[in-house]
């Protein structure tokens, strides 16, 4: 029960951010400023196909985990995979959420904070699914938990990792960072719980989309989000990054 209503957490959150984007799109599609429509300034653009950009891993990643719940129902070699990626899903969706709206927010400016719009609204919402079926610390022990008592869980793990890491070689790097992390001592643990988890879910943000994903999007993901580092502010994505078809793909003909 727990593993299918933390996948709807981690579904509602995506989809909430999906209803983000919409918003932030058709707003900065029609206001001008500075002689052009907002879709069309260089930074801004930036923004929003940063936020295309997330969108579409955070839903390629809970959909990944929803394939693997259901065929964990009558596959027991499916079990052990979709009993570790439900929390690492579950922890980085829900968490990403309310910083994603709140981007959102000010692609609309003033319009995005007040009661008018659909915003504050779906601000109020996001940080629930992060609290939910359990908080951030309680999904990161949860992953702890079952690397510990279910080895087969990380073997599926990095088996789904592996099959994507000969697409790109910043996944073949983070491949090898985290290995260096997984192999840290059981004292350690807890203290990068949630650096382990967060960079464990964005290796395989990046692996979905790598085997399913637009060369487009599965390489400026795996440019902007593999590294070592942390996630940062969004609009930050490499300045040769194909903006214009990642805002694109999520709304099509927005930059036309």
């Keep these: 029960m727990v593993a299918l209503t ?18 932030a799109l058709h ?17 801004m653009r930036n923004v929003l196909a940063d936020l295309a950009l997330e969108s579409e891993a955070s839903m390629a990643l809970v959909l990944r985990i929803a394939r693997a719940v ?26 990403r959420c309310a910083p994603f709206v709140n981007e959102a927010q000010e692609c609309l400016g003033g ?18 699914n992060s609290i939910w079926e359990g908080s951030g610390n309680v999904q990161c022990l949860d992953v ?34 985290l290995g260096d992390l997984l192999a840290s001592a059981p004292a350690e643990r807890e203290a990068i719980a949630r650096v382990l988890v967060e960079r464990m879910a964005v290796a395989l943000q990046a692996a979905v989309l ?16 593999l590294g070592g580092g942390d996630l940062r502010c969004f609009g930050t994505l490499p300045a040769d990054a194909p903006f214009g078809a990642l805002i694109d793909r999520a709304w ?4 036309a």
Excluded: N, W
């Design 210 to 225: 790598l085997r399913g994903a637009p060369e487009a999007v599965a390489d400026t993901y795996c440019r902007a989000r």
């Design 252 to 255: 099509p003909d927005a930059v």
């Design 27 to 43: 707003h900065t599609m029609h206001r001008r400023a500075f002689g052009k429509r907002l879709v069309e300034q260089a930074l």
């Design 111 to 128: 319009a995005g904070y007040v009661e008018e719009s659909m915003l504050p609204r779906l601000y109020r919402q996001a940080p629930l």
């Design 70 to 95: 259901d065929e964990a129902q009558h596959d027991p070699a499916a079990a052990p995979l979709a009993r570790l990626i439900t929390a690492i899903g579950k922890y980085l969706v829900c968490k």
């Design 6 to 23: 933390r996948l709807d957490c981690a579904i509602g959150s995506a989809a909430i951010m999906r209803q983000a984007l919409v918003q």
């Design 144 to 177: 702890l938990r079952t690397l510990d008592r279910e080895p087969a869980s990380l073997e599926a793990f990095l088996a789904e990792i592996d099959r994507a890491a000969p697409l790109h070689r910043l996944l073949r790097e983070e491949r090898r960072r």
